[in-house]
């Protein structure tokens, strides 16, 4: 199952962030899947 967001404020962004974090059994993999997802970077 996935779920798009197509626009979301920081706040929330980081809140929705951190609860998956949390409920993940490997963090490290998640945090890793966060930084290198083309669809999570800043825009320029």
């Known amino acids: 199952m996935g779920i ?3 626009e979301l404020p920081l706040e ?3 809140h929705l962030r951190n609860m ?3 409920n993940s059994h490997d963090p490290d993999q998640v945090e ?3 930084r290198e997802h083309i669809g999570i ?3 320029s």
């Open 4 to 6: 798009e967001f197509l």
């Open 32 to 34: 890793r899947e966060f």
């Open 41 to 43: 970077r800043k825009v």
């Open 20 to 22: 998956v974090l949390l």
């Open 12 to 14: 929330s962004y980081e």
